[in-house]
């Protein structure tokens, strides 16, 4: 959670992950910690990040694993902005679109912009799987457990309870501390 201006009280909430080095990065979870670090650059403050996991490719397949995490993130970006940024900091690490499920330098995703719903050609809030994958709501439970799924209504402890067993998923770095 976030505290604005005025008091009020939002929360934007992105996914990262990687399961292949950006190039010049030794391993995916480098580059998903320089994205963190550049978000800054395009408009987008890191609030708190999860600590992170790794977990097998979903839908199951040979490719690496991946490193994820959750982040609580603060911009004045309306939700469409915000994907575009998100988006551009992907390509500057390589990330190229092609087969979805595809193995990728870095994965940034908008999981919840402030309650928001939206369906259009471009955006779908709240993320339309994010209710359906460990990954993400494993890191989302962990920092924002007060949270609740803007259509379904339920927080992600609950959502993360009634998932069926699979995706594994294993922590493997303490939390950051929250910021300022």
């Given at each position: 959670?976030?505290?604005?201006?005025?008091?009020?009280?939002?929360?934007?909430?992105?996914?990262?992950?990687?399961?292949?080095?950006?190039?010049?990065?030794?391993?995916?979870?480098?580059?998903?910690?320089?994205?963190?670090?550049?978000?800054?650059?395009?408009?987008?403050?890191?609030?708190?990040?999860?600590?992170?996991y790794q977990s097998a490719p979903v839908p199951a397949s040979d490719q690496p694993w991946y490193v994820n995490a959750v982040a609580?993130?603060?911009?004045?970006?309306?939700?469409?902005?915000?994907?575009?940024?998100?988006?551009?900091?992907?390509?500057?690490?390589?990330?190229?679109?092609?087969?979805?499920?595809?193995?990728?330098?870095?994965?940034?995703?908008?999981?919840?912009?402030?309650?928001?719903?939206?369906?259009?050609?471009?955006?779908?809030?709240?993320?339309?799987?994010?209710?359906?994958?460990?990954?993400?709501?494993?890191?989302?439970?962990?920092?924002?457990?007060?949270?609740?799924?803007?259509?379904?209504?339920?927080?992600?402890?609950?959502?993360?309870?009634?998932?069926?067993?699979?995706?594994?998923?294993?922590?493997?770095?303490?939390?950051?501390?929250?910021?300022?």
């Open positions: 959670m976030f505290a604005a201006p005025g008091g009020s009280v939002f929360v934007i909430l992105i996914g990262i992950g990687s399961n292949l080095a950006a190039p010049g990065f030794a391993a995916p979870r480098d580059t998903a910690e320089a994205a963190l670090a550049q978000l800054p650059e395009v408009g987008v403050t890191l609030v708190r990040r999860s600590r992170w609580i993130v603060a911009t004045e970006f309306d939700p469409a902005a915000l994907l575009e940024a998100l988006l551009a900091l992907e390509r500057r690490f390589g990330r190229r679109r092609g087969a979805r499920n595809a193995a990728r330098t870095l994965d940034l995703d908008l999981l919840d912009h402030d309650g928001a719903v939206c369906d259009s050609a471009r955006l779908t809030l709240p993320h339309p799987r994010l209710h359906e994958r460990r990954f993400v709501l494993a890191p989302l439970a962990e920092i924002a457990p007060e949270w609740r799924h803007p259509r379904l209504g339920l927080g992600a402890a609950e959502l993360l309870r009634r998932l069926p067993p699979g995706q594994e998923v294993r922590a493997v770095s303490d939390p950051d501390p929250p910021r300022g």
